[in-house]
């Protein structure tokens, strides 16, 4: 067991875990072959084998699931959790149960993998927490009124360990002086929990305008602006959205066209429109899930439907470049980072110089910053659906669409391959 990165007790290769990842994301599966604790994982709990495993009901065969209180039946009281194929996650309490007979009802309900909680009277059960802003829990209900165990327990001591949730917060935490607020203009769904954010920082005398799109919420296009130029013998580019996208896309920014006198590269389904050169930044877009920076220098993975666009480096693991520094025109720039936990963050200004947002996303998390410009210079502009602004299906310069879909449940099932690359 491990909270809040504290190891209380030492993984066990191979045994049934609940992991809590730094992201907030909560994943299943058995422990590997090593005691190491990965990569970005805060917390965990283990417990014996899985239940069920890729709807398998007790894979392993286990006949012991804990000891029953003396002078008790076969039969007890007992608890799990699970997660479906489909991502969410399911607790489950009953009265008298074999564990063969609970983990059957969790393969009936669709979890493909399922961890036993714990077991007996007075020690299982599920409390709903009523909080008042100033003064202690004011209400506590059980979710069963059959449940034997008293939930103060939960808010006052207990003697055994026990997961909590709490609400989700879906506006971005302070950071850096910098207050966000939910973006004006069409949000995915669910559209009562807002995904776009916008704040702004103020440096020196310069303002400098931030837009946050929570990950997972949204999916990412690129199209090729009709001025990029065109290579013989490489793959046509895309230029226009799709009509389903068309109605989905919540945001779009332009990123520029490469020039005569650069080589930023572009690819579209994993193969190159714009040769692809090692020593650009490359932003990888995947058809669906998390945005990525690939630095200069790294090997640069594409599927067979990723998109891919290469643009100047403005900060790299923090460092600030010198093309950042570099002053010229006074005009709307803008630039892009992708944080460790896959929140995007766009960031514009009025300004000689792209420092300074390089400056703004570094104080809000960020090591890379690609700057939103092929090097053609192109006026840095956004466009936001439900507002003033519209989105066109293709523009003059490249750009990139975010798309709203519907949430998705943050969990994972948990296969790491090795400590340092889970």
Not at 217 to 238: I, M, N, S, T
Request: with cysteine; proline share 8%.
């Amino acid at each position: 067991m491990m909270a809040d990165g504290r190891v209380l007790v030492p993984a066990v290769p191979h045994a049934a875990s609940i992991v809590i990842a730094q992201s907030g994301d909560v994943g299943f599966g058995n422990w590997p072959a090593f005691k190491e604790i990965p990569r970005g994982v805060i917390a965990f709990r283990q417990n014996l084998d899985a239940l069920v495993e890729g709807r398998t009901v007790n894979p392993t065969g286990r006949g012991e699931w804990g000891e029953r209180l003396a002078g008790d039946s076969v039969l007890s009281e007992r608890t799990a959790l699970c997660r479906t194929s489909a991502g969410q996650l399911y607790y489950a309490w009953g009265k008298e149960l074999t564990a063969d007979t609970l983990a059957s009802a969790l393969q009936q309900a669709g979890c493909d993998y399922a961890v036993h909680l714990d077991m007996n009277p007075k020690q299982c059960g599920f409390a709903f927490v009523s909080n008042d802003a100033t003064s202690a829990p004011s209400k506590l209900e059980l979710a069963d009124e059959r449940m034997d165990i008293n939930p103060e327990r939960y808010v006052t001591y207990s003697p055994k360990d026990f997961f909590f949730l709490v609400p989700y917060q879906a506006t971005p935490a302070p950071l850096g002086g910098v207050q966000w607020q939910q973006s004006p203009g069409a949000q995915p769904e669910p559209t009562w929990m807002p995904a776009l954010f916008e704040a702004s920082a103020q440096l020196g005398s310069l303002p400098v305008q931030l837009t946050w799109f929570e990950r997972g919420r949204v999916d990412w296009r690129l199209r090729a602006g009709l001025q990029e130029p065109r290579v013989q013998g490489y793959r046509p580019p895309k230029f226009e959205l799709d009509a389903g996208d068309r109605e989905a896309a919540l945001y779009v920014t332009n990123l520029g066209n490469a020039t005569a006198g650069n080589s930023y590269g572009m690819a579209f389904d994993g193969e190159p429109s714009l040769p692809l050169h090692d020593e650009q930044v490359t932003l990888v877009v995947p058809q669906s899930g998390d945005l990525r920076l690939v630095p200069p220098g790294q090997a640069l993975e594409l599927s067979s439907t990723d998109s891919a666009v290469q643009l100047p480096l403005l900060a790299m693991a923090g460092k600030i470049s010198v093309r950042a520094s570099t002053r010229g025109s006074r005009v709307p720039r803008a630039a892009l980072c992708v944080r460790r936990d896959g929140t995007v963050i766009v960031a514009s200004a009025e300004n000689d110089s792209s420092d300074v947002l390089a400056l703004a996303l570094r104080a809000q998390g960020c090591d890379d910053v690609a700057e939103l410009d092929r090097g053609s210079h192109h006026v840095a502009f956004s466009a936001r659906a439900g507002t003033n602004s519209e989105i066109a299906t293709s523009y003059e310069a490249s750009a990139l669409f975010a798309i709203g879909r519907p949430m998705q449940p943050h969990t994972f099932r948990f296969m790491p391959r090795s400590p340092t690359n889970p």
